[in-house]
């Protein structure tokens, strides 16, 4: 058991420095439970509370627009 408890730990220590050290682009946060990510062609998607895989994600008022994370008020198709 204290082996198991070991080698989670390392895990869980060792993912939180990957994740610091992981350059996003502008507007940008890193998730290691990755959010629903709303674009400008879909600002009102359902989303559910299922992780993502880990990565780069908007930022919360930011949406996905052509690759990059923009307002929301910035979005062409409002």
Do not use: H
């Not at 989303?47 to 949406?63: A, D, E, I």
Request: proline fraction near 4%; include cysteine.
């Amino acid at each position: 058991m204290k082996l198991f408890v070991g080698i989670l730990f390392f895990i869980i220590c060792f993912s939180q420095i990957w994740a610091r050290n992981y350059r996003c682009g502008q507007n940008e946060k890193y998730y290691t439970c990755g959010p629903c990510e709303r674009t400008c062609q879909n600002l009102n998607m359902m989303c559910t509370m299922q992780c993502r895989p880990p990565g780069c994600y908007c930022k919360n008022s930011y949406v996905r627009d052509l690759g990059r994370c923009v307002r929301r008020s910035s979005c062409r198709f409002n």
